[in-house]
């Protein structure tokens, strides 16, 4: 449960979560790329990245001079199966 919580903080953040639900539609992206999507520096999207990869739920590549981002589904998967977990004893209570 302590890798969920891990996770749970990381999009517990409106703009770390707006990156994610932008990787998850449109695919892996540059910061600077990403960059260009928010009102951010390079720098703080980067420190937003490193917290989402940290959890997890991203994961990073160099391809060439330019750092790209992915979603990592599985992490998300596992997160969604505390969700589930949770949600059934709720039901039950």
Same mark, same amino acid.
């Not at 937003?48 to 998967?77: F, K, T, Y």
């Given at each position: 449960? @302590? ?6 903080? !990381?999009?517990?953040? =409106? $703009? +770390?979560?707006?990156?994610?639900? /932008?990787?998850?539609? %449109?695919? &892996?992206?540059?910061? $600077? #790329?990403? @960059?260009?999507?928010?009102?951010? #520096? /390079?720098?703080?999207? #980067?420190?937003?990245? =490193?917290?989402?990869?940290? @959890?997890?739920?991203? %994961?990073? =590549? /160099?391809?060439? +001079?330019?750092?790209?981002? !992915?979603?990592? &589904?599985? /992490?998300?998967? =596992?997160a969604m199966r505390h969700?589930? $977990?949770?949600?059934?004893?709720? %039901?039950?209570?």
């Amino acid at each position: 449960m @302590a890798g969920a919580a891990i996770v749970f903080a !990381a999009l517990g953040d =409106q $703009t +770390r979560l707006s990156l994610l639900q /932008r990787l998850a539609q %449109d695919g &892996p992206a540059s910061i $600077t #790329t990403l @960059a260009a999507d928010f009102d951010l #520096t /390079r720098q703080g999207v #980067t420190n937003h990245l =490193q917290v989402l990869a940290s @959890a997890g739920v991203i %994961d990073g =590549q /160099r391809s060439g +001079r330019e750092h790209v981002w !992915a979603m990592n &589904p599985e /992490r998300l998967a =596992q997160a969604m199966r505390h969700i589930e $977990t949770i949600s059934r004893g709720w %039901d039950s209570a």
